[in-house]
C-alpha cells in the first residue's frame, strides 16, 4: 500500500466517531475565529446579475425529460439563473435581530466551504473570461482576460468547484474534510440540476488538481491567505450539447493572462490548524476526473407540478421531525428512492431503516447500488440476514431484518432524535477498499462528492412530495458497521440521511433574499 492510500484509511479511522470518542474538534464554538462564508476578490471588475425569482420554470418532473426541455440560450440572463438556482441564496431567516442566509445547495452545519468559477466563453453580456461566482450579492468578478480565443467548444462554458476546509474545521476539527467532500457533492448536483431546468447538459471533465488549480488561480499563493487553503476539485463542462468532450486545460490556461485580478479576501483574524487536513487532501490529490458521478435521470414516478425552481428554492434542512405525523406512503417512498437509481451501477448502497411507511414492513432493507455487489455482501453481513427480494417499483431492493429500528437509527446518529422520527432514516454504504485499490487514494473524495450528490437529490426529491428531509454527518461508523456484521473495511458508511415531516419553527421569520 502505498503513502497516500495509508494515508487515506489513517484519516478514515481516526475521524470516525465512537460512542466513548468523537473525532478531535475544539469542543466548543469559537465565535472570534467563526470564518466569513463569502469569498470576494479585491480589485476586480464585477458583473452584476440580474435576479431570476420571476423566471418560468418547467414542472420539477419535465427537466429529466430532455424531450421536453427547451435549450437555454447563453446569455448573462441563463447563466445568472443558474448560478442562483444552484449555489444562490435561497432564503434569510431571521430570529431577535439575528438573520442567516439559507442556499440551495446544502452544506454541513450551513458552513459554505465550496466556492465556484466560471470561465466564460461566448457568452451574450458577459465578457470572455475567467469570474469567481460571488454569492452574498449574486454577481462575477472577473479575475482573468483572456490573451487569444478560447478553445472551448460551441455553446458551452465551464465551471470550477473548490473547497475551503478551514470554513467547516472550525466548527468540526478533524472529521471537517469528510464533510467538506459531501458539500462539493451537494454543489455538484444542485448544478446538475440547475442545468438540466434551462435544458443543458453538465460533463465531469478530465482534470488533476494541479490542472484546476493552475486554471483557476489557486497556484499564485500570493493571492490567498496562507492559513485558508483553497484546494481544487472539480471541472465541468455546461453545454447545450450531448457530446462528451476532452479538453486541454493547460493550452486554456496559456490562452488567459499571465497574472491573474484580484486578491482573495481572509475569512478570519486566526485560526486552529489541524495537521491531519492538510496531511488528506495532499494524500487524495486528484489524478483524474475519468470517473462519472451520479446522474439524476427522468423517473416514472415523479407526479409533482411544482416548478422546479420552487423545488430548488423550497429546499430546506429540517431541524425536528414530526413524529406524530411520519407515516409516508409506499408510492411517496418509492418516488424518492428511485429518484437515486442509475442506469450505470455505482458504488454507493442504501442501507435504510424504515420506520413508517404505508404496506412496507417496517425493518432493515438494502437498496443495492451495483446487483453484482449482492453476493459479496451477502457473505460479509450478518448470516441471519433475509435477503428478501420486496416487491416493488424500486430494482434491487431487499429486506434484511424486520423489526422497529427507531432506537438504533437513533443511537448510531449521535443519539440524534431527528433519525428515530421520521419515515425513515438511511446510511450510504460504499464499496470502500475495492474503490481505493482499483482508482487511487483520490477515489476517496470522489466516494463522498457521490454520497453528497445522492443526497442533494434526496432532498429534492423529498421537497417535491411536501417532505422534510434532513442530511447527518454525525454517526458513529463502527455502529453501524456492527449491525450489520460488517468485521472489516471493504465497506463503509460514508454519510446518512433522513426524511419525513419536518416542524416548522414559528419563532423564524421568512425573507427573500438579494433584496438590497
Not at 465541468?236 to 486578491?263: T, W
Not at 473495511?489 to 440521511?497: A, C, D, N, V, W
Request: proline share 2%.
Amino acid at each position: 500500500m502505498n503513502n497516500n492510500l495509508q494515508m487515506v484509511y489513517t484519516y478514515h479511522n481516526e475521524t470516525k466517531h465512537a460512542p466513548t470518542r468523537y473525532a478531535r474538534s475544539l469542543g466548543y464554538m469559537d465565535w472570534a475565529t467563526q470564518p466569513d462564508p463569502y469569498r470576494s476578490y479585491k480589485d476586480t471588475k464585477q458583473i452584476k446579475l440580474p435576479l431570476s425569482f420571476t423566471n418560468t420554470t418547467l414542472a420539477y418532473k419535465d427537466i429529466f425529460d430532455e424531450g421536453t426541455t427547451e435549450k437555454a440560450p447563453l446569455c448573462i440572463e441563463s447563466i445568472s439563473q443558474f448560478f442562483q438556482f444552484s449555489l444562490g441564496l435561497a432564503a434569510i431567516k431571521s430570529y431577535e435581530g439575528q438573520s442567516w442566509a439559507l442556499r440551495c445547495n446544502a452544506s454541513s452545519g450551513n458552513l459554505q466551504p465550496t466556492e465556484s468559477y466560471i470561465l466564460a466563453n461566448d457568452i451574450e453580456g458577459i465578457e470572455d473570461g475567467l469570474y469567481h461566482y460571488g454569492v452574498k450579492n449574486h454577481h462575477l468578478e472577473l479575475l482573468a482576460k483572456p490573451k487569444e480565443k478560447l478553445d472551448i467548444p460551441k455553446d458551452s462554458f465551464i465551471v470550477g468547484l473548490t473547497s475551503i476546509v478551514w470554513r467547516e474545521a472550525w466548527k468540526y476539527g478533524e472529521r471537517s474534510w469528510r464533510y467538506t467532500q459531501l458539500d462539493c457533492g451537494h454543489a455538484y448536483k444542485a448544478l446538475e440540476i440547475s442545468a438540466k431546468i434551462l435544458g443543458w447538459n453538465i460533463q465531469l471533465l478530465d482534470a488533476n488538481t494541479q490542472e484546476i488549480s493552475s486554471l483557476i488561480g489557486l497556484n499564485d499563493s500570493s493571492r490567498y491567505v496562507p492559513e485558508e487553503i483553497e484546494s481544487a476539485d472539480m471541472l465541468l463542462l455546461v453545454s447545450k450539447n450531448n457530446e462528451k468532450q476532452n479538453l486541454d486545460i493547460l493550452q486554456l490556461r496559456a490562452s488567459l493572462q499571465d497574472e491573474y485580478f484580484g486578491k482573495a479576501n481572509m475569512l478570519s483574524q486566526s485560526r486552529h490548524n489541524w495537521e491531519i487536513l492538510e496531511k488528506i487532501e495532499n494524500a487524495a490529490t486528484l489524478e483524474s476526473s475519468k470517473i462519472g458521478l451520479m446522474k439524476s435521470e427522468k423517473n416514472s414516478l415523479r407526479t409533482c407540478e411544482y416548478s422546479s425552481k420552487d423545488v430548488v428554492l423550497k429546499r430546506r434542512s429540517a431541524q425536528v421531525m414530526n413524529k406524530d405525523d411520519a407515516n409516508i406512503t409506499k408510492k411517496q417512498f418509492e418516488t424518492i428512492l428511485k429518484s437515486v437509481e442509475t442506469k450505470e451501477n455505482q458504488a454507493v448502497n442504501l442501507v435504510l431503516f424504515v420506520h413508517s411507511v404505508e404496506n412496507l414492513p417496517s425493518g432493515l432493507y438494502i437498496l443495492l447500488g451495483n446487483k453484482d455487489s449482492k453476493e459479496e455482501l451477502q457473505s460479509i453481513t450478518k448470516s441471519t440476514f433475509l435477503w428478501e427480494k420486496v416487491e416493488s417499483t424500486v430494482d434491487d431492493l431487499y429486506l434484511l431484518q424486520g423489526g422497529d429500528f427507531k432506537l438504533i437509527a437513533k443511537t448510531i446518529s449521535c443519539s440524534q432524535d431527528i433519525a428515530a422520527h421520521g419515515a425513515f432514516s438511511l446510511g450510504m454504504l460504499v464499496e470502500f477498499d475495492k474503490q481505493l485499490v482499483q482508482y487511487g487514494a483520490h477515489r476517496y473524495k470522489e466516494l463522498y462528492w457521490n454520497c453528497g450528490a445522492i443526497g442533494q437529490q434526496l432532498y429534492l426529491e423529498a421537497t417535491s412530495l411536501k417532505l422534510s428531509a434532513t442530511g447527518i454527518g454525525c454517526f458513529l461508523d463502527d455502529i453501524m458497521h456492527d449491525v450489520l456484521g460488517l468485521e472489516n473495511s471493504k465497506f463503509q458508511s460514508l454519510y446518512h440521511f433522513t426524511i419525513g415531516r419536518g416542524l416548522v419553527d414559528s419563532r423564524l421569520t421568512n425573507e427573500e433574499p438579494y433584496q438590497e
